[in-house]
């Protein structure tokens, strides 16, 4: 996985509460097992007319939108628990997933595949939308260490929770298993010293 820091970007708003992982990506395109591709087909049924066309009044067709930050309404990743959805948001150039509620299963498939999903409250959630809808090239400060987020253009700042182990993993960019891979020497001496 690459190594998260810290990022400044602007915002892609999705004001929509509860987003399935159905809606983030449709069952019909599970078919593959490799992690790319899935992004063209990231909110398929909200993005696209059932002739392929793109809906032009869809937030993530909109060329006024671009950033690295997706920032959603209330209770994001609820539903199934496909990692295919992580995978979604990542290929389609995502690295933040911003909310003020996550379901637990995709909060850690999310971590899992190197995608940081950040809680905030519900006034926080409603400053970035006001935010963003005042100026289409807002931004936001993500700081991993600091584990904080910045509005750049109110300059108000909140914290967020994360779990240490991912924390480090994402700072590193570990998998799970580079992180054991990554303990190596210390296996070795733990069983030299036994």
């Known amino acids: 996985m690459k190594k998260f820091e810290k990022l400044t970007s602007a915002i892609v708003p999705l004001n929509i509460e509860n987003i399935d992982t159905d809606q983030i990506i449709p069952a019909r395109f599970l078919k593959a097992t490799t992690r790319e591709g899935f992004g063209e087909n990231l909110f398929r049924d909200w993005r696209y007319n059932g002739d392929n066309t793109l809906k032009a009044d869809f937030v993530l067709n909109n060329p006024a939108f671009k950033g690295r930050i997706l920032v959603a309404g209330k209770n994001f990743g609820c539903g199934s628990s496909r990692e295919h959805a992580a995978w979604a948001i990542q290929d389609a150039g995502f690295d933040v997933v911003i909310s003020s509620f996550f379901a637990d299963i995709f909060k850690g498939n999310a971590l899992n595949n190197g995608l940081l999903p950040i809680q905030v409250s519900d006034e926080f959630l409603a400053e970035i939308f006001s935010t963003v809808g005042q100026d289409h090239t807002a931004q936001l400060d993500v700081d991993l260490e600091a584990q904080t987020v910045t509005n750049v253009v109110t300059g ?39």
């Not at 909140?158 to 240490?164: K, M, V």
């Not at 298993?177 to 001496?189: A, G, S, W």
């Open 156 to 194: 108000s700042k909140t914290d967020f929770e994360i779990n240490p182990y991912k924390k480090s993993c994402l700072i590193n960019g570990y998998d799970d298993i580079d992180f054991i891979l990554n303990q190596k020497q210390l296996v070795v001496e733990f069983e030299q010293n036994r």
